[in-house]
């Protein structure tokens, strides 16, 4: 039985994540941990507890942890690359600070822990093609450094005090339930929307830019396998890269093309968001995690692509006949 906090349960990964992990662990208790201003709603709310929790205030995430006999955390705080580009000190506060208190509180309750690592942890000078598991790890942005100190402090606290912790560096993460906000990667959630309304789609990274990108069912259960895993067979913890596409905004235009043929698309670059997205890999490779947890994604772009275009059709209203 597993009784789990989801910090940050409001948000683009904690409104699906929590509702999958009150499905996978239904004898135990999921609690959503959320901020005043962003409340849980509609099912997230109904079908379980939630609390309030600030990860900048150890004593609520404490008292949500003594309360419900937590085992586990889920930390989904964060801000996203653009928005930590903004509001650098609020970034390393929430994602450093942040994870300090979790930590020093799993560490005396005896809680594993999540904390998502990103594509954004790697910089200019990682390899681009292939990305290994382990190699340069030199971030040029405010969301890059958190990134990297998450990674190693998070295995310090494995190493030094025996505090489960584990990850996955997440590529940029598609859904159709909650948008992302702030995030270099946000465009190709966007691109689906704007092509379901039949509004032409202003995309502020360039041709060419090739990142990693992954379908929410994939990252969901990647989060829920990772925690899952056979502790002896993991030789890396934080964090392992995990992949299942690569493309450009071309490329992803053209697979919503074959679904919605009138679709348009013009460039309007964002100098901060295509300065990060130069910055990250094209492609990781994700061997380590096939190979020590068994990691196996199940949506490429084409599956994906019907996939957002149905469920947005049905989201947003629009009839199938929309081209
Ligand atoms: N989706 C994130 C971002 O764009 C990357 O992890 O900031």
């Known amino acids: 039985m597993k009784n789990v906090l989801v910090i940050g349960s409001t948000g683009q990964i904690g409104s699906e994540l929590t509702m999958k992990l009150r499905k996978v662990y239904h004898q135990g ?27 900048t205030s150890a004593h609520t995430i404490a008292e949500a942890v003594d309360k419900y006999d937590i085992d586990t955390i889920y930390n989904l705080a964060a801000l996203l690359s653009a928005t930590a580009e903004r509001k650098p000190l609020m970034a390393w506060d929430i994602q450093m600070n942040g994870l300090l208190n979790i930590l ?70 598609i859904s159709y339930t909650t948008l992302p906000g702030g ?39 990647a989060a829920v396998e990772i925690m899952e895993a056979d502790p002896r067979y993991l030789h890396h913890r934080n964090s392992f890269n995990i992949a299942s596409m690569s493309f450009d905004p071309e490329e992803v235009y053209e697979a919503i093309k074959k679904e919605i043929p009138g679709f348009k698309m013009k460039y309007q670059i964002d100098p901060v968001r295509q300065a990060i997205a130069d910055s990250w890999p094209n492609r990781m490779d994700d061997t380590c995690a096939r190979k020590e947890w068994g990691w196996n994604p199940s949506y ?19 009839s199938q006949e929309s081209k």
């Open 183 to 221: 995030g270099t990667t946000d465009y190709a959630v966007e691109i689906y929307y704007a092509a379901v309304k039949g509004e032409t789609f202003i995309c502020p990274i360039a041709e060419g830019t090739y990142m990693d990108m992954m379908y929410m069912p994939d990252a969901l259960k």
């Open 104 to 173: 020093e509180i799993a560490r005396e309750k005896h809680c594993a822990v999540f904390t998502p690592s990103s594509i954004g942890s790697f910089g200019p000078d990682t390899p681009r093609d292939n990305t290994p598991q382990d190699t340069i790890q030199r971030p040029t942005s405010m969301y890059g450094v958190t990134k990297v100190a998450t990674e190693l402090l998070s295995d310090y606290y494995y190493h030094k005090y025996g505090v489960d912790t584990r990850s996955v560096r997440f590529p940029g993460l």
């Open 29 to 55: 208790t999921i609690v959503a941990g959320y901020i005043p201003g962003a409340e849980p709603k509609g099912e997230l709310l109904e079908s379980g507890p939630s609390e309030i929790v600030n990860v």
């Open 300 to 318: 490429n772009l084409k599956s994906m692509t019907r996939d957002m275009i149905k469920h947005l059709r049905e989201k947003l209203g629009y």
